[in-house]
């Protein structure tokens, strides 16, 4: 395993120009590791940007099969990382070894599923009106379009996904698939492991000669701002909190030239149970859904923060039931102490509020966090109560009890938007409810049946995204192949000569495609 140099990652060299040093530190004792890194100067966020920019017009002009290449080396040279590097994610985190093992592996995993879709092409999105010359009264001229990358991309580390949502996650590979150098601000949670998956994706661009630049990163606070705020950089990728998430978009569209910021941002992601269901296997969903709820200590953005049912002795019973699950799970040490702090807060205005009633959970201890169930007043939701959509990162869950179908319909409506939503019930249940369906598509970016929304597959089909606050930018996914699409933008070309067209909108069709020709669907040449 290389060094933890702790230095800046600026055009292939490390840089370390700032004074200020930042430790890294073992996230259940709260002791420092033998590791430091240098705050990055607002000169060297400005060089790595700039680095990026540089790279990009090389960079984003490589054949999708030479970039394909690229990421498959970041995969390979991530699935060489050893035993001692997951030992390093586990002391920063507090993460099991079996889960960072399992991340590496989705991580390296997305990274070859983006070269698959470069080889694949439908990415570019080809389509080809050729002229009409003949046409009365006007003539066409010959159109054909293609997407390209948007240009640099700044990219910010999540704090609950050190390896599959931070240096070399989701946003960092569709970036690189779309042909977008990246410069990435390390989370301060992680920064060591940081360092050496940066390590990882400079020995893959060196070894598939990639343009210096391609992968920039930068440590500290304060940096985000610059970035965001830098010229050259021409979106944005965000995984965190809502206030975070809102201040870059502030910033992003106060620019001379505004950008999109992609920030995933807050989710309370509801679990409806309807009464088919708690009827015929109420304990069964009651242990399964405590489960989901404590599952990595809750901190996953798609942790059920919610459970909805109509009134009854069952919903009444499945409440007692998850109550007794949660009172016995054991105290989980979070990510970090920043993290815990904020869950303690949450559970603070949880209790203080008037409608809402603790249910079950024991005490908070010193340094761990302890699972939780609180029951909120209906109305409260109906209201759209601000406090009942917030999101409480950690193991805690509210339960709401309605009255009926017109009062469950009133209180989803007051939802805000959701990266998920939950239906759990029998075939009678979908039939009698069926009007829920089309009332939470407007909602979330992803309905589940008769399962829990912890857990997210990386590939073509996957939502990972939704209405505000959810997401900062419904249309888009930050899980899966369309995650591509945040970063391209469509090009026209016409009355191009043959030499001069990109190989996609060649008439001969070099690359392979499946094009949109003249409104019907081609994979031949012309």
Known sequence: ????????????????????????????????????????????????????AGAFAEFRQLSPARRAEFLEAIAAELDELDD??????????????????????RTSGQMRLFAQVLRRGDFLGAR????????????????RQMRIGVGPVAVFGASNFPLAFSTAGGDTAAALAAGCPVV?????????????????IIRAAERTGMPKGVFNMVFGGGVGEWLVKHPAIQAVGFTGSLKGGDALCRMAAERPQPIPVFAEMSSINPV?????????????????LAGSVCLGAGQFCTNPGMVIGLQSAEFSSLLSNVGQALDAQA??????????????????HLHAHAGIEHLAGQPQQEAQARAQLFKADASLLVDADPLLQEE??????????????????????????????????????????????PLLEEKVGRILVNGYPTGVEVCD????????????????????????DRFLRPVCYQNYPQALLPEALKDNNPLGLRRLVNGQWSEGSL
Request: one cysteine or more; a negative charge; glycine letters at 10%.
């Open 331 to 348: 105290g989980q040490t979070l990510l970090n102490a920043g993290g815990l702090r904020s869950y303690v807060a949450g559970l603070e």
């Open 84 to 105: 001692s590097f997951v030992a390093i994610v586990c002391r920063e985190t507090a993460l099991p070894a079996a889960r960072i093992q399992g991340e590496r592996g």
């Open 1 to 52: 395993m290389p060094e933890i140099l702790g230095h800046n990652f600026i055009a292939g060299q490390r840089s370390a120009a700032g004074s200020q040093r930042l430790q890294s530190l073992d996230a259940t004792t709260g002791e420092a590791l033998p590791y430091s890194f240098v705050q990055a100067t607002e000169a060297e966020v400005d060089q790595a940007a700039r680095a990026a």
């Open 128 to 143: 080809i009106d050729q002229a009409l010359p003949e046409r009365q009264p006007l003539p066409r001229v010959d159109l």
């Open 272 to 288: 409806i149970v309807l009464p088919g269901a708690l009827a015929k296997r109420g304990e069964t969903i009651a242990r399964e």
């Open 461 to 484: 089909a996957m939502v990972h995204g939704g209405p505000y606050p959810a997401t900062s930018d419904a249309r888009g996914t930050s899980v899966g192949t369309l995650a591509i």
């Open 184 to 200: 990435f601000k390390a989370h301060s949670g992680h920064m060591a492991t940081a360092d050496l998956v940066g390590c990882a």
């Open 392 to 437: 409480v990162f950690g193991p805690a869950t509210v339960a709401v009890e309605v009255k009926d179908q017109a009062q469950l319909r009133a209180a989803l409506l007051g939802l805000r938007g959701q990266l998920t939503a939950t239906l759990i019930g029998e075939a009678e249940d979908f039939e009698a409810f069926a009007w829920l369906v």
